[in-house]
Nanobody, 120 residues
C-alpha cells in the first residue's frame, strides 16, 4: 500500500503565495507521473499540474505562469509553488501519484487533500 501525505495549505490573501508538499511512502518499485488536482465545493475535481519521472511538466491553462510543479525523486516528494493566487484558486488540493509495484502493476493513489483559501 502507498500513502501520500500532503502539507502546506492555508489561508492567503489575493496575490499571495503558498507552497504545497506531498511525500510518498509504502511498498512500491517506482513512482511514475505525480500531480496536483483541486476541487471546489459543488465542482468536479480538475487537473492543476503534473510532472513525469523525467521532469516533463503539464499545467492547466488557468494556472500557467503562476504555479510551478517540481519533484525530488530521491525524497519521493512533489511540490506545488503557487504564486499570484486568486480567489478562484480556492479549493481542496489533492496530490496524486501513479505508482508501479510488482504485485499490482501501475496504480493511482491520492492524498487526503489540503484546503487552500484565497480571500481578502
Amino acid at each position: 500500500q502507498v500513502q501520500l501525505v500532503e502539507s502546506g495549505g492555508g489561508l492567503v490573501q489575493p496575490g499571495g503565495s503558498l507552497r504545497l508538499s506531498c511525500a510518498a511512502s509504502g511498498r512500491f518499485s517506482r513512482i511514475n507521473v505525480m500531480g496536483w488536482y483541486r476541487q471546489a465545493p459543488g465542482k468536479q475535481r480538475d487537473l492543476v499540474a503534473t510532472i513525469t519521472s523525467g521532469g516533463t511538466t503539464n499545467y492547466a491553462d488557468s494556472v500557467k505562469g503562476r504555479f510551478t510543479i517540481a519533484r525530488d525523486n530521491a525524497k519521493k516528494t512533489v511540490h506545488l509553488q503557487m504564486n499570484s493566487l486568486k480567489p478562484e484558486d480556492t479549493a481542496v488540493y489533492y496530490c496524486k501519484a501513479n505508482v508501479f509495484s510488482v504485485v499490482t502493476g501501475p496504480s493511482d493513489y491520492w492524498g487526503q487533500g489540503t484546503q487552500v483559501t484565497v480571500s481578502s
